[in-house]
C-alpha cells in the first residue's frame, strides 16, 4: 500500500516561482562568466531547483557576500563544514519533519520501498550532471566492492540481514527495496554524519581499476606514492572528511585550501541546488574562513570579536567573558537549548577486564546508588547558576517519549537509600578509611576516565568525589586525551568514563532506537557488547544482562514494526528500562549553550536547540541562509 511522499513545502511551488525570476548572478562569480569560464546562474541551478520563500518561514531575504569567520580545535574539524552546510538527500526542518533537499521528492511505500527522485540538471560542483549514475557507482563499484568496502554496504542498509534491490530506471530515479520494512533509512540519510550513498562517479572512475586504464593509473599510483589502486581511491574518496579540494561535492561551499595546516577557505559552490524566492542562490555567504586554534583560545578569540558564528569549543562557563566582550567585540551571545540527553554522564563499564569489578558493577543497585548520592542541586549552581535541568539520563521533553518519573529515577539526592542499597549488595565491610570493601577484599574504589576536554567535568567529579565518599566509595579521576580514553574503553581496560549522554535527546517514533541498545562500542557502558552486534558475533561479547538482552530485542522489533504507534510503545519501554537500570548516571541536560553571533549576520535563530544528531549543529538551521547585512 502507497504510504507517502516526502515534499518540502517550497518544493510544491517551485515551478511557479522559477518561472516568476531571473535568478541573479552572484558578484563573487562574475568575473568567471563573464570569462566564459562558467555558466550564467540561470544555467547552473537544477531545472527544478529547491526555492526558499524567506518571509515564509519567517526570516529576512538577503544579499549575497561576504566571510563568515569561524574557530576549530584541530585540522579535521573541516569536516564540520560538511555538518553544517547541510546538504542532504532528505534533512529535518525546524520542526524535526523530514522533507526532500537535494532530492526533488521521495516516494515512500510502507517503508520497504523508496523511490528517489533526483532534480534534473542539477549538478556536482565541477560543472558535471549529478545522476542516478553516480548512486550505481557507489552501489556497485564502491559499497560492494570487496577491496574498497572489505565489509560490505554501511549496516543500515541490512535489514535482517538481507540487503535492498537496488535498481536506476533513469538518470534521474534510484529504487532502494527491501522485503521489509526499513524505517531508519530515511533519518539516515538526514543525519549530521551521513552515509553518502553516491559518489561522484566521473571523478572517481579514473582511480577504479575497472573504469581506469591501467598506464595511467600506474602514474597516478606513482605520483601520489601509493601501493594500490584501492588505497588511492579511498583516501581520494572523503565525502565526509571533506579535506580533498578536488573532489567535487553538493555542499554549499567547496574546500578551496590545498594541504592548509592552520586556515582554510570554502568557497560558493556556484552550482548549489537552492535559490531564494527573489532569485538569488544560496549560499548567501561567499566564503568560510576556519580558522584551527587551541581549544583554550576559543572564548577569548570570540571576545575579541575575532568570529561570526561560534559555538563548537565553547561552554557555559565562557558566557561571562563573552558577554564582556559583546560592545567592543559587535557580537551578540545567544542561548541556545542543548539537544543532549545528558550534559555529563558517568560510565560504568559492564565490559572491564576484571571479573570481580564487572560482576559487582553489574548489579544495578551499585548504579542506582551511586546516582542517588550525587547532589546535582549544587553542580548545578556552581557550574550553570541554576540553569540546567537536574536528573538522570533520559530524553528531553520535546521528545515524546519523555516522562518526568524517568528523569528523577534514581536522582534524587538521597544519602541513606544510597547507603541502604550498598548494604543490601553486601558491601557492609570498610577499611581503616572509611571506604567499603568489595567482596573479594579489594577497597570499592571506582577510577574514573575523562577527556580531559572541558573543566565543567572536572568540576562537577571534584563535587562527586566528596558525595560518593559519603557513602564509602573513592572516586579516582584520570584526564586522558580523547582517543586514548575511547581506545582503552573498547578494548575493556576503563572502569568507568564520563563522557555526555546519548546524542539525540530528543527522539521520534522515527528515530532508531539503535542507540539504546547495545548495538554500538560507542555507548561507553557495553563497548563489548556493541562489538559484538557490529561485527554480527566476530568480535566483542555477547550480552548476557537480562536487560540488555531485552533492549536487544525491542531495537529489534523496532526494526520490523509497521506503524508509528507500535514504535513509540518499543521507544517508550527501551527509555523507561534505561532510566529504571541507569546504565548511564546523567547528573544534568538541558545547559544552555552559548552562540557567538556578529551582529552583521542575520538569520540566525535567537532560540534554537544545539544538537548533534537531530540537527546537525548548525546545519538544521541553514546557515546557506544566514547573511550580512551590509
Not at 563568515?68 to 552546510?85: E, N, P, S
Not at 535541568?389 to 521528545?399: A, D, Q, W
Amino acid at each position: 500500500m502507497f504510504k507517502r511522499v516526502l515534499l518540502t513545502a517550497a518544493l510544491t511551488v517551485t515551478a511557479t516561482l522559477a518561472a516568476a525570476f531571473d535568478v541573479k548572478e552572484s558578484a563573487f562569480w562574475q568575473a568567471e562568466v563573464d570569462l566564459g569560464n562558467l555558466p550564467s546562474a540561470a544555467e547552473r541551478i537544477p531545472d527544478t531547483p529547491l526555492v526558499i520563500d524567506l518571509e515564509r518561514i519567517g526570516r529576512e531575504f538577503g544579499q549575497p557576500g561576504g566571510t563568515i569567520r569561524t574557530l576549530v580545535t584541530r585540522v579535521k574539524d573541516v569536516r564540520q563544514m560538511v555538518v553544517y552546510g547541510y546538504a542532504r538527500l532528505v534533512g529535518f526542518d525546524a520542526r524535526y519533519e523530514l522533507g526532500a533537499d537535494i532530492l526533488q521528492s521521495i516516494d515512500n511505500e510502507d517503508d520497504r520501498k523508496f523511490t528517489l527522485h533526483l532534480r534534473p540538471g542539477h549538478r556536482w560542483s565541477d560543472g558535471h550532471p549529478f545522476t542516478s549514475e553516480d548512486f550505481r557507482y557507489w552501489w556497485e563499484d564502491v559499497a560492494n566492492h570487496e577491496l574498497l568496502s572489505p565489509s560490505g554496504p554501511v549496516d543500515f542498509l541490512r535489514v535482517d540481514g538481507d540487503l535492498p534491490t537496488v535498481t536506476f530506471p533513469d538518470e534521474t530515479t534510484v529504487i532502494y527495496e527491501w522485503a521489509n520494512p526499513n524505517p531508519q533509512f530515511l533519518q539516515m540519510l538526514a543525519e549530521a554524519r551521513p552515509p553518502f550513498i553516491y559518489r561522484p562517479a566521473h571523478f572517481l572512475k579514473k582511480l577504479h581499476a575497472k573504469y581506469a586504464d591501467e598506464e595511467t593509473l600506474s602514474e597516478l599510483l606513482y605520483e601520489a606514492r601509493v601501493r594500490s589502486w584501492p588505497a588511492l581511491h579511498n583516501r581520494s574518496d572523503n565525502m565526509y572528511k571533506f579535506d580533498n579540494p578536488d573532489l567535487p561535492t553538493l555542499q554549499p561551499w567547496m574546500l578551496a585550501t590545498k594541504d592548509g595546516k592552520s586556515r582554510f577557505l570554502f568557497v560558493r559552490n556556484p552550482y548549489y541546488h537552492r535559490v531564494d524566492a527573489k532569485g538569488v542562490q544560496l549560499p548567501y555567504a561567499d566564503v568560510v574562513e576556519m580558522q584551527v586554534v587551541a581549544p583554550g583560545l576559543v572564548a577569548a578569540k570570540a571576545n575579541a570579536g575575532e568570529v561570526d558564528l561560534q559555538a563548537r569549543g565553547l561552554d557555559f562557563k565562557d558566557t561571562a567573558i563573552l558577554k564582556k566582550g559583546e560592545s567592543s567585540g559587535k557580537y551578540n551571545t545567544l542561548l541556545w537549548g542543548n539537544g543532549t540527553a545528558s550534559q555529563i554522564a558517568i560510565y560504568l563499564n559492564l565490559n572491564y577486564n576484571d571479573d570481580g569489578w564487572r560482576e559487582t558493577m553489574r548489579d544495578a543497585r551499585l548504579r542506582r546508588a551511586l546516582s542517588l548520592a550525587i547532589n546535582r542541586k549544587i553542580i548545578n549552581k556552581g557550574l550553570y547558576f541554576g540553569l540546567a535541568k537536574e536528573g538522570g539520563m533520559t530524553v528531553l521533553p520535546i521528545s515524546p517519549f519523555y516522562k518526568e518519573e524517568n528523569r528523577t529515577a534514581w536522582a534524587t539526592y538521597d544519602i541513606d537509600q544510597a547507603n541502604a542499597l550498598l548494604d543490601e549488595m553486601g558491601l557492609t565491610e570498610r577499611d581503616k578509611d572509611g571506604f567499603r570493601l568489595m567482596p573479594d577484599g579489594r577497597p570499592l574504589w571506582i577510577v574514573i576516565e575523562t577527556a580531559g576536554e572541558r573543566q565543567e567535568v572536572e568540576n562537577a567529579m571534584q563535587i562527586v568525589t566528596d558525595n560518593w565518599r559519603d557513602i564509602g566509595v573513592k572516586l579516582i579521576m584520570r584526564p586522558l586525551e580523547r582517543d586514548i580514553l575511547r581506545n582503552r574503553v573498547y578494548a575493556g581496560e576503563t572502569m568507568a568514563a564520563v563522557w555526555f549522554g546519548w546524542d539525540n535527546g530528543i527522539p521520534q517514533t522515527y528515530t532508531s532506537p539503535g542507540y539504546l541498545a547495545p548495538w554500538d562500542q560507542s555507548f561507553f557502558a557495553w563497548p563489548k557488547w556493541g562489538q559484538y552486534h557490529q561485527n554480527s558475533g566476530a568480535a566483542g561479547e555477547a550480552p548476557d544482562v537480562p536487560a540488555a538482552i531485552r533492549l536487544n530485542e525491542l531495537a529489534e522489533s523496532w526494526t520490523h514494526a509497521y506503524t508509528a504507534a507500535e514504535r513509540g510503545v518499543i521507544w517508550q519501554e527501551m527509555v523507561d528500562i534505561h532510566a529504571d537500570q541507569v546504565f548511564a548516571i546523567g547528573i544534568l541536560n538541558q545547559a544552555p549553550q552559548p552562540v557567538v553571533v556578529s551582529n552583521r549576520l542575520k538569520n540566525v535563530p535567537e532560540k534554537a536547540i544545539w544538537a548533534w544528531s537531530p540537527g546537525a549543529h548548525f546545519g538544521m538551521h541553514r546557515p546557506d541562509e544566514f547573511f550580512f547585512a551590509d
